[in-house]
């Protein structure tokens, strides 16, 4: 298939790109010059996965990175060249940090949910840890759900005309 031809669903995407996946169409983005994802020209020794590539591989910000690396969320790689190269492994440890955070885990949480997967536990245990999370969410719904309706029925009582110091919402919260 000629890097120039492109069909409705398929498209290859570079000549740098040897992957058949590309062929396909299968690709996501990935920084070898073409954005197309190919796993050949990413594992390229030639286009290392430094900081920046790391980051945009994983949908997060360069700071990000480095502030979970003095938490120690992620190890800090040692200096190749002048610069630091992260492995596969990284770009899937901060996407399931971005997920993780996603459904409501703290920074806390998530490294002690990764220090559990370090430790090989089991999914009991793992399960066992979101299910907390269930109950802590379910809570927290209960919660937002006694303001939503304790601020309904302040809005309601409220005459919605006049001056500020006619409206109910204002003198329950103390606004005078």
Do not use: W
Not at 150 to 168: D, F, I, M
């Amino acid at each position: 298939m000629n890097n120039q031809t492109t069909t409705e669903t398929t498209k290859k995407c570079c000549d740098k790109c040897k992957c058949e996946s590309c062929e396909e169409g299968k690709c996501s983005p990935c920084d070898c010059g073409c954005n197309c994802g190919c796993p050949v020209a990413a594992a390229n020794p030639s286009n290392p996965r430094t900081i920046g590539r790391a980051a945009k591989e994983a949908g997060v910000h360069v700071e990000t990175i480095r502030y979970y690396e003095r938490m120690g969320l992620i190890a800090r790689p040692r200096a190749s060249r002048g610069y630091r190269v992260y492995p596969e492994e990284t770009v899937r440890r901060l996407r399931f940090i971005r997920n993780a955070q996603k459904m409501g885990f703290s920074l806390k949480e998530i490294g002690e949910l990764t220090g559990l997967a370090t430790k090989n536990v089991s999914c009991q245990e793992m399960c066992s840890r979101m299910d907390e999370k269930l109950t802590e969410i379910e809570q927290r719904i209960e919660q937002l759900t006694a303001l939503r309706n304790e601020l309904a029925r302040l809005v309601g009582q409220s005459p919605r005309s006049g001056p500020y110091s006619n409206c109910k919402v204002c003198e329950d919260l103390g606004l005078d």
